[in-house]
């Protein structure tokens, strides 16, 4: 049993959930993600790491609100008690003094990226961070990553705040070398940024979250086309080469059970929660 | 053979045949995901064990993989001593309700018998499992244990191996934890074997049994990760037990092989077993099955695949197989099941290719005709392929069941342990030790893809060598 410590709104049906787990606090790195099952007829759901405190044995992940499952998990409230969580799964990133880092953060995946963002500086790096949602209501972290970063650039799609969409990247990438990109968002944006990274030959470690059910090795769901081998992400990332994934297939196999989902959620709703 | 069979009728001659097993009718059983073997009702089980000669050197006792004395058990069980019976089992077995329905005994116990030479051998498993279900329902008696001895034991993985090598540790009087990366325990038995071979009410039954032998099963624990065999053994713990099980699941490597609608056979098995997505959305597990399934491989994964997607709903289900049927290494028995449910078999044929539609959901398979070649090292004739002969298949479901390599979480995280060019973890002999002192290993983990019956072997072999082990160490 796992007790929720503290529940935050990171924005609308986003939010920030820090829970006991003593044994995944000591051993988790940056990168490394958990899996969580609520119930006995739960599914079992990956959620990227995005905090941990070893001394108060916590953890942290956030999550949007819109599956079944994390709906459900939007309910919880400080006290209540998560009954099975695995991990730390997956490999940690790689953080090394690379000399000049940019790290990309979009979505939800905003919460993890502030992690790397953290390890990255206190390995020595610059870190130059750049964060983006679809509108202004849904960034989060503005003030924090400013505060981790040395230099942050903001973006949403509809211009909403900051940049609009991805296109300033290209000047950032221009007038600046970088020695590594991480990116980790929604795989279209990982998609977008890495074929930005290419022409430059920045090095670009992409973070995948493709459907997984058992995590650990398993299932063979998280089945993902890497520079033409196969590899799965629980065991083999979640972190790739940007420039060798397929996203394609990897926004395919992410489309799989849509409807399935889209009924699992609705039922849910309309059976009041 | 000197005593009188209690309960056989005067002098009668044995029967040749077995009592068949009561089963559901195909069918009803295609629809459904309940158990297709009822079990022998008493007075079946009495007729059936009444066949048995009682052999003073038997035969089958050598066939059994955890030299379970199936004379004496069949003995008790024809004098109505059932609570004995199964206790004669048990000394031997912890998990008979388990082994009774899955273990491949035409192989090996049933194999050898005496019976077999004239007629159908003694169905010993039915007879297990028959002793085993009537003691759910009646008393259920834990075995005796030996006085404490201070030692602790860490096994990695709640399976049929870990699960064995547990139960005979801590009746040997030592503390054991079991650390289970599932939420469940069972292992393959859960995640692996359909509801409709071997409930999971069993399994759990079983798991619950060796949870009052003493055992801690701590579940949601990934060694490899959430503590590593180095900082169990730093820890605390004076021995390690790796029945960690077979793990990623193989693909063939065929263009479109990450198209929608392909499941490796491990997925779609977790996802319908462990999951319950057979009852989705009332589980929140989804699993999507088209109209025309195929299953590639022909081994008990496959056939259980197969019989799983056709209570899924699917209208038709096809096994293709690269050899010949008499080749099939699936189970005379689940083969034969899978063939009355109307699952058919297309033999000598591989897939080639994926074809998708526009969406990315796989449209089409492409195969190509194999011929037999000469014997290759398993001693099977070689599958070669007849060239110019490719074929396309509509699909609209693809379930690949060729196999699976090891989990490799263990062996990355565990410096000095010495592993095969496969991955699998090398053992020194039967007693399952390992490079790394006090670390032994038992099951897929050691052997690859092989039996339940054959880990719990490994298991109990490694526990004996374990407690030798830890003897000699105190000492």
């Given at each position: ?20 787990a ?49 709906k ?51 390995a ?6 750049a964060?983006?949602?679809?509108i ?73 979250t ?40 990897l926004v ?5 059970f ?16 | ?7 056989a ?109 004239a ?36 096994v ?7 699960l ?35 409930p ?6 079983e ?18 990760r959430?503590y ?21 699941p ?5 263009p ?16 319908v ?94 195969c ?5 070649g ?22 609209d ?6 196999g699976r ?55 109990k ?15």
């Amino acid at each position: 049993m796992h007790k929720v410590v503290a529940v935050e709104e990171l924005a609308p049906k986003i939010k920030w959930m820090e829970v006991h787990a003593s044994e995944i606090a000591t051993k988790c790195r940056p990168g490394q993600f958990v899996m969580l099952v609520l119930g006995a007829k739960g599914e079992r759901v990956p959620l990227t790491i995005a905090g941990f405190d070893r001394k108060k044995g916590t953890i942290s992940f956030a999550f949007n609100e819109v599956g079944k499952t994390t709906k459900q998990l939007g309910l919880f409230k400080q006290g209540d008690s998560i009954e099975n969580l695995l991990g730390p799964l997956g490999n940690p990133s790689e953080i090394g003094k690379f000399g000049n880092v940019l790290c990309i953060g979009g979505g939800v995946m905003i919460a993890p990226m502030h992690l790397q963002v953290q390890a990255f500086r206190e390995a020595g790096n610059k870190v130059t961070t750049a964060i983006g949602a679809r509108i202004k209501d849904l960034l989060f972290f503005e003030d924090k990553m400013k505060a981790l970063s040395n230099k942050l650039y903001v973006a949403t799609d509809d211009g909403s705040q900051g940049y609009q969409g991805l296109g300033f990247l290209n000047d950032v990438l221009e007038t600046e070398k970088f020695d590594r990109c991480v990116a980790m968002g929604p795989v279209v944006m990982m998609k977008q940024v890495s074929e930005m990274t290419k022409p430059f030959g920045i090095p670009t470690i992409v973070t995948l979250t493709p459907i997984m059910v058992d995590g650990m090795g398993m299932c063979g769901c998280c089945r993902v086309n890497v520079g033409g081998q196969m590899k799965f992400a629980c065991v083999d990332g979640p972190e790739f080469n940007g420039h060798l994934v397929d996203f394609e297939e990897l926004v395919n196999r992410q489309r799989v059970f849509m409807p399935e989902e889209r009924l699992s959620s609705l039922l849910w709703e309309k059976s009041g929660g | 053979m000197a005593e009188p069979l209690a309960e056989a009728k005067p002098k009668s001659k044995i029967r040749k045949e077995s009592v068949p097993m009561p089963k559901q009718k195909p069918e009803v059983r295609r629809h459904n995901f309940n158990e297709v073997a009822l079990g022998y009702t008493e007075e079946q089980a009495l007729t059936e064990a009444n066949r048995c000669l009682q052999c003073p050197q038997p035969k089958c006792v050598e066939g059994c993989p955890v030299e379970i004395d199936i004379p004496a058990f069949i003995k008790l069980l024809r004098e109505k001593r059932f609570d004995e019976g199964i206790k004669k089992i048990k000394e031997k077995n912890s998990l008979p309700a388990i082994c009774g329905r899955v273990c491949p005994q035409e192989d090996q116990c049933q194999k050898t018998c005496v019976m077999g030479k004239a007629g159908e051998p003694v169905s010993i498993g039915r007879l297990e499992r028959f002793l085993a279900d009537w003691e759910k329902q009646n008393n259920i008696q834990i075995a005796e244990k030996a006085p404490p001895t201070s030692k602790t034991v860490a096994v990695v993985g709640a399976g049929p191996a870990g699960l064995t090598a547990a139960a005979e540790l801590v009746k040997l009087g030592h503390k054991v934890v079991i650390f289970e990366a599932l939420h469940l325990p069972g292992g393959v038995l859960v995640y692996g074997i359909p509801e409709f071979r071997l409930p999971k009410r069993i399994v759990q039954n079983e798991a619950d049994y060796v949870g009052k032998l003493g055992v801690d099963i701590r579940l949601s624990c990934l060694v490899g990760r959430t503590y590593t065999i180095p900082e169990l053994l730093k820890n605390g713990y004076d021995a390690v037990f790796i029945g960690s099980g077979a793990g990623l699941p193989q693909f063939m490597g065929v263009p479109g092989e990450n198209l929608g609608g392909i499941y490796s056979a491990n997925e779609f098995l977790i996802r319908v077993n462990l999951m319950k997505s057979y009852d989705f959305p009332r589980y929140d597990t989804p699993i999507r099955i088209g109209k025309h399934v195929v299953v590639i491989g022909g081994g008990n994964v496959a056939m259980d695949s197969a019989r799983s997607a056709l209570r899924l709903g699917a209208e038709e289900v096809c096994i293709v197989y690269r050899r010949s049927r008499e080749e099939l290494p699936a189970r005379e028995e689940e083969i034969a099941n899978a063939e009355e449910e109307g699952i058919v078999c297309k033999f000598l044929a591989a897939p080639v290719r994926y074809i998708g539609d526009e969406k990315g959901w796989v449209k089409a398979m492409e195969c190509i005709c194999m011929e037999l070649g000469q014997p290759d090292e398993s001693g099977r004739r070689r599958p070669c392929r007849v060239e110019g002969s490719e074929f396309i298949m509509d699909v609209d479901t693809v379930i690949v069941a060729i196999g699976r390599t090891p989990n490799p979480i263990i062996q990355r995280t565990t410096e000095g342990l010495e592993t095969t060019k496969w991955g699998t973890i090398v053992v020194k002999d039967e007693s399952g030790k390992t490079s790394l002192e006090g670390v032994y290993a038992g099951g897929d983990i050691v052997t690859g893809e092989a039996t339940v019956i054959s880990a719990m072997g490994a298991g109990k072999k490694a526990a004996r060598a374990i407690h030798e082990y830890l003897t000699k160490k105190s000492s």
